[in-house]
């Protein structure tokens, strides 16, 4: 395993570990070995244990007193409570991108769209999430709030631990595409309120097909 270099030691560790967390190659409630750690990456014990502290205060780990640091565990009830919220905050960011997209923007917009379709088109369902991503981050940018996409970005990171994304789900794909082309048709029109709640609801329905994946895994063990 490549050594790391000295240079913002403890941000360069945590980025490492969050990636393997996103990943899942470090599973849910996975207790992490932090001496095995250090010597992977020949390092001290100090400047990891700073950049898990890093990752605890992104919710992606849990520090225990005397037990160590675990990945942290999401449960329906968490998705449950940050669903919405992202909900409210992302049909809050397509409200302010309406009101201030420009035709050079909606051009943008249309261009990933685009990709949205030709990969739904052929059932790739990993590209379409990454350019799903893209359009959605696209629109945050445009929304010009950075507290706003600061919020976002941290609960997003937590949502990453969850193993499964909807568009797993049968027809989700699709569904998830007509939902972009409201989306993008009432942000082409500049109607803010309609943006906010296609926004809201796109994201609840992606909580109703996540529900839908969970039970029926449930039903097959």
Known sequence: M???????????????????????????????????LAEQYGISRTPLREAL?????????????????????ISRQDMDDLFPLIALLEGRCAAEAARRAKPGDIRDLKKIHETLESTARDGKINAFFEANQLFHQRIQDLANNRWLLSVIQDLRKVL????????????????????????????????????EKLMHDHLLSGREALARLEALEASAR
Do not use: N
């Open 2 to 36: 490549t050594r790391i270099s000295q240079t913002a030691l403890y941000l360069e560790v945590a980025e490492r570990l969050r990636q393997l967390i996103f990943g899942h190659e470090m599973m849910p409630g996975a207790w992490i070995d932090e001496q095995k």
């Open 53 to 73: 502290k890093v990752l605890a205060s992104e919710g992606l780990v849990e520090l225990k007193p005397r037990r160590g640091c675990y990945v942290t565990e």
């Open 160 to 195: 990453k631990l969850c193993r499964m994304h909807s568009l797993s789900r049968e027809g989700r794909l699709q569904q998830s595409l007509e939902e972009h082309r409201g989306i993008l048709a009432a942000l082409e029109a500049g109607d803010a309120f309609k943006a």
